[in-house]
C-alpha cells in the first residue's frame, strides 16, 4: 500500500471521529489530495468501517496464493530445463513446469541472468564468451 493512502486512510479516521459524514470526508479528500485522491467507493468502504469501530488504518490480510513461486526448487526446475533444451519459449517452459509464464520470465531474468536471444534463450554468461572467441580470430 502506497504511503499516500495509508495518510488519507487516517484522515478519513479523523472525519469519522469529527462526525463528517462519507460524502463531507471524500469532498474533503479531494481538496487536501486533489489528483492524488482514492476513490469515491474506497472512502466510502474505509468510512463505514472506520464507523463500526476499525481502529487499524493497514489492510486486511488477504488469502490466496502466497507469493513464493520463485523457490530455489523452480529456480533450479527452470535452469535444468533450459539446460536440457535452449529452444524452448517461455510459454513450453511455463507449460511443462506448470508455472506462470511471469513466473519463468522472471527466474530466467532476474535468477539465472538469461534472456531471450531470436526466440532463444541464451545465457549473459555465454554471450560474454561468445565475443571474446570472435575477438581473438
Not at 463528517?20 to 476513490?39: F, I, N, P
Not at 529452444?87 to 522472471?106: I, S
Not at 535468477?111 to 575477438?135: Q, T
Request: one cysteine or more; proline letters at 1%; charged letters at 35%.
Amino acid at each position: 500500500m502506497s504511503d499516500r493512502y495509508l495518510e488519507q486512510r487516517i484522515s478519513i479516521k479523523f472525519c469519522v471521529k469529527l462526525n463528517k459524514s462519507a460524502s463531507e470526508t471524500h469532498h474533503l479528500l479531494k481538496e487536501a489530495y486533489g489528483d492524488e485522491v482514492m476513490s469515491r467507493a474506497r472512502v466510502f468502504d474505509w468510512h463505514k468501517r472506520f464507523k463500526e469501530g476499525r481502529e487499524d488504518i493497514r489492510d486486511d490480510a488477504r488469502s490466496g496464493r502466497p507469493v513464493t513461486h520463485r523457490t530455489d526448487e523452480n529456480i533450479k526446475k527452470v535452469k535444468d530445463l533450459v539446460c536440457s533444451n535452449r529452444q524452448l519459449t517461455v510459454r513450453m517452459m511455463a507449460e511443462e513446469l506448470n508455472l506462470d509464464k511471469e513466473t519463468v520470465r522472471l527466474i530466467l531474468k532476474e535468477n539465472l541472468n538469461m534472456r531471450k536471444v531470436s526466440a532463444k534463450v541464451i545465457s549473459g554468461i555465454l554471450k560474454g564468451l561468445h565475443g571474446r572467441i570472435f575477438n581473438e580470430q
